[in-house]
């Protein structure tokens, strides 16, 4: 039996190390600096051009997020993105347009989106051009006639940018990182903005069309499937459609010479798996695995809750592993020997969040042990059935180490630290041993398939927790998940 040599928040931890070692993408660090710096008195233009100013986190207009008060826009719901660009690899230059059709929720005569950095050449709403102006962290687009809560609109923004990344309060870059032949995205949690004008919070989940024109040659892929590749003049495009509700934070966009590969899960699941043509014969072994874990969990957590699932192999810095929906991201180095603990944990860990954090998503931020815990708790069940540890002993183990303070209120900096994970895991742990095993399942299950396709906050699973127990839960959820010191021994099991 192997003792956890790593676990994931420590993977974070490299990611963390990677992204900000001396030189190493100084260049972006540089530019991040950049538009971080307080904006200037925010500029109208004359149209169809914006201006572009930089990000001035204090400008932001949010929707009251705690740990990311920018994210998010006031009266908008965003139903669906057409997201259209295009991209070369040896320009590193990305230009296009996001179609978005959205509803609002208040009276508006003006909205915003979320945007870092981008400069925007061309707005419309409802087909005409209006003069936006680039506040900071906002886009700001001001509609041609007041709107009114539950109209529809269609905006329209044409955008560029050649370097896409920004600092996140949570120590790493993320956003749009250049390869030597091709790209991906990271997104979580404020990533999205900093390369496409949205709604970049996980309450407002929306589908989305990605029409990727690359190089002839290369492969684009994003979430969902492939409804159409076709040459155009010396490019090829590639269209994939994401029908299930997704939050901007779990985009998956991969450019270079990948091959898609297809193949079948449990009850006909489509997995569409992608891979670096040069890796093919390597990476099969992990797309072998996939249908044993998804039958696993799914006797635990319900149906897989999406259309497709697949794992993508991306030529990024190691220590990378992503829940991007419905098709987990991971880096091909973590993945060159073959399929032992760290494998298994990184590929379970990342199928997990497609039950926790992609069908049912965190509805604010400091909600993030409703996917982290659980991934960590799902992870550890695999681990046990794969032969490699017993989830009892992680979660002994989790409990010893844990540092002090509460899983329910992260600082932004810790968002992805122990107690996220492990810590929060804990908490699972105790709740199984405290209502037993049947009522612990059924509660993962109807969180899971009651939830699905939208957001939902830690007071909605102590809700649902009550109701499946048949008994008022405070006193656990305070003494486990609140306290800043939890317990120092679990409870005796049912
Ligand atoms: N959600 C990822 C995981 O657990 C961790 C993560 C957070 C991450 N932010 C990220 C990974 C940004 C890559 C990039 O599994
Ligand atoms: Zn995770």
Known sequence: MIRRPLMLAATVATLVA??????????????????????PTPSPTTSPTTSSSPAGDELGDGIGDALFPDLGNPGLDVVHYDVELSYDPTTERVDGTVGLDVTLTSARDEITLDAVGLTASNVTVGGESVVAVADGPELRIPLPQPGSAGDSLRIEVSYGFENAQILSPIGFSIGWFNTPGGSYVLNEPDGARSWLPCNDHPSDKATYTFTIAVPAGLTAVANGTLTDHRTVGDQEVWTWQQDDPMATYLIQLLTGDYEVVDGTGPDGLPLISVVLRADKATMQQFIDVTPAMIDFFDGFFGPYPLDSYGIAMTDSFGGLAMETQGRSLFSRDDFLGGLG??????????????????????????????????????????????????????????????????????????????????????????????????????????????????????????????????????????????????????????
């Open 18 to 39: 990677c992204a900000t070692a001396p030189g190493v993408r100084s260049e972006r660090a540089d530019q991040v600096t950049t538009t971080s710096q307080p904006s």
């Open 341 to 494: 603990y760290t494998q298994q944990l990184l590929l379970s860990h990342e199928l997990a969040h497609q039950w926790y954090g992609d069908a049912v998503s965190p509805a604010r931020w400091v909600d993030i042990w409703l996917n982290e815990s659980f991934a960590t708790y799902a992870q550890w069940m695999w681990l046990e059935h794969a032969g490699f540890s017993l989830a009892g002993e992680e979660a002994t183990f989790a409990l010893e180490n844990r540092p002090p303070g509460s899983s329910a209120d992260p600082s932004a900096q810790d968002l992805f630290g122990y107690n996220s994970y492990d810590g929060g895991a804990v908490v699972l742990h105790a709740l199984r041993l405290t209502i037993g095993d049947d009522k612990f399942f059924e509660l993962l299950r109807r969180w899971a398939t009651e939830n699905s396709g939208g957001s939902r906050t830690t007071a909605d699973f102590i809700d649902l927790t009550q109701t499946v127990a048949g008994a008022p839960m405070g006193d656990f959820f305070d003494t486990w998940l609140f306290a800043e010191q939890p317990p120092s021994e679990f409870p005796i099991g049912q």
